[in-house]
């Protein structure tokens, strides 16, 4: 099995396939043990490879939508990003229902892959005291522009990679 495609290794060229492309992903194989561990893990690589903070994109109380850039870390062991602090404008939203959320982490060169991760976010109670969003993880996908390669495993229509589908 091939490495895994690094955010710096890409090549630019939207018509190029992306490393990977012809390779199944650990989330699109749910038949086999421990495939959401494992694209969870291959999330938590990804992740790390950005060298900036992710915009998280909600939708208002209002149903408007909303971005912001916001720290992240793993909550250590588990499988959910942590947003700190809470930001403000998550109230309204959280009041609304309006849980389901994105984070986007943006290339880190032009024509290069976007991390997008859809999730789940509820608060919880940090360590010293400070109220935390918790995103679950729902899918996660490594996205450019440009069309998809032939044999691509993605049905978006672009340049994409899976890497978690629950």
């Known amino acids: 099995m091939q490495s895994q495609p690094s955010v710096g290794d890409i090549a630019p060229s939207p018509t190029e396939d992306p490393p990977g492309a012809g390779e199944r992903s650990p989330a699109s194989d749910d ?22 903070d992710p915009y998280l994109l909600t939708v208002t109380s ?42 986007l982490w943006p290339p880190a060169d032009p024509g290069g892959y976007s991390l997008i991760v859809d999730g789940t976010a509820t608060t919880s109670m940090g360590d010293d005291d400070t109220t935390l969003l918790a995103v679950a993880p729902t899918k996660a996908v490594l996205h450019r522009r440009g069309p998809a390669p032939t044999d691509a495993s993605s049905a978006c229509g672009s340049d994409c990679i899976p890497i978690l589908t629950r």
Do not use: K, N, Q, Y
Request: hydrophobic share 40%; net charge negative; charged share 25%.
């Open 62 to 103: 209002a149903g408007r939508p909303h971005c912001g850039t916001v720290a992240v870390a793993w909550d250590g062991l588990g499988d959910e990003l942590v947003v700190a602090p809470l930001p403000s404008s998550w109230a309204g939203s959280d009041t609304a229902g309006h849980r389901e959320v994105s984070l």
């Open 31 to 52: 038949d086999r043990p421990g495939s959401v561990t494992e694209a969870v893990d291959r999330l938590r690589i990804e992740v790390g490879r950005f060298s900036t």
